[in-house]
DNA sequence: TTATTAAAACACCAAAAGGTCTTTTAATAT
DNA sequence: ATATTAAAAGACCTTTTGGTGTTTTAATAA
C-alpha cells in the first residue's frame, strides 16, 4: 500500500503519541526498537518529520519527540501525502493524468468507489485517533 | 495505484487484445505509440509478457503481439501479481507482518473492505473484457 | 562549567525502479 | 538466396527508495 518510509512514520508517530498519553518522550532508539524499524531510518524519518512540522522534539538529556497539544488531531492522510504525494490514494490505475469522469480509463468507473473508500479511511483517522485505540489494546504497531 | 511497469503492462495487454479483435497484430512502435509509454521501455516490457505466458510473438515482416486464443480470459490480478507482486492489494497499511484478523495493526479492521473490493476488481476484471470495453468507445488507453 | 545525553546534520552506500540504446536472431516477401 | 522487417537479448544509465554511520549541536544535570 504505502512505502516503507510512510510505513515507519505513521507507527513512529501513533508511538510517539502513545507514549505522550502516558506522559513519556521517547527517543530514536526506543521508538526505533518499539516499532521494529531500521535504526538509523527510523531517526532519519522522524527528524524529516520534526522538519515537516508534524512533531516537536528537543535535545539533550531527557529529549525526544512529543506533539505540541495545541495543534489539532493529525489525519494519516497529511504525513502521507507530505512523504510520497497522492499517487496512491488519488490517480488512475492506468496510470493516466486525463483519466476522469469525462474521460475515463476502462478502469475508472469501478475504482472511483474504492479511491473514495481510501481517502475516507486515511482523511477521518488521525494519529490521535489510532494511538488512543492502541493504548486501549488488541492493535499491534510493530513485527 | 500501480508501479510504471504494470501501468505501462495493463494499457499495452489491452491494445493488443482490441487490435486483435480487429484482426491486427501491432507492434512495439505502434503499441508504444497509441499508450503513449517510453518506446525502448514498452518493448521490453512487451517482450517480458511474452516470456511470462501472458502474451505471444512473431518476429519479421507481419509480426507483431497477439494472444493464444485457446487461453482463458487474463484477470489483472494474474498480471498485477507476476509484475509487482500483491504488496498493492494485499498486506497491512501499517507494513506489518503478522498485522491479520487475529493480530491486527490499528488500520486493519477498516482497511480490510477496502482490499477486499481491490481483489474484486482485479480479480474479475480481464484485459480481454477490458478491451470489449474499450472497443464500444468512451474509454481512453493514452495520455 | 563541564560531562553527559540525545537530536540534527550530513556524508555515504546498495538495491530497485524506470528508461535508453545497440546488437542479434528469426520470419517473410521478393 | 537475400534484403527487409520486427522481435529478442542484453548492455548501460539515471533516479528514487531504503538504509547506515559519523560528526556536530543543543539541552540539562551534576
Known amino acids: 500500500m504505502f512505502n516503507k518510509e510512510t510505513e515507519y512514520a ?7 503519541q502513545f507514549q505522550q498519553m502516558l506522559g513519556h518522550k521517547p527517543g530514536i532508539v ?3 526498537r518499539e516499532i521494529e524499524a531500521p535504526l538509523f531510518y527510523t531517526g532519519k524519518i522522524l527528524q524529516r518529520l520534526v522538519k ?3 512533531l516537536m522534539s528537543t535535545k539533550g538529556k531527557g529529549g525526544g519527540f512529543y506533539f505540541d497539544t495545541t495543534k489539532p488531531d493529525l489525519p494519516l492522510k497529511t504525513v502521507v501525502q507530505a512523504i510520497e504525494g497522492d499517487k496512491t490514494y488519488a ?4 496510470g493516466l493524468k486525463e483519466c476522469g469522469d469525462e ?3 476502462p478502469l475508472h468507473e469501478q475504482f472511483a468507489p474504492i479511491r473514495a473508500a481510501i481517502n475516507k479511511l486515511i482523511g477521518q483517522n488521525t494519529v490521535q485517533s489510532l494511538a ?3 493504548r486501549k489494546g488488541g492493535t499491534i504497531l510493530g513485527l
Open 103 to 105: 474521460n475515463p480509463c
Open 30 to 32: 526506543e521508538v526505533a
Open 132 to 134: 488512543h485505540d492502541f
Open 10 to 16: 505513521l507507527r513512529g508517530l501513533v508511538y510517539v
Open 52 to 54: 515537516m512540522g508534524f
Open 91 to 94: 490517480g488512475c490505475g492506468f
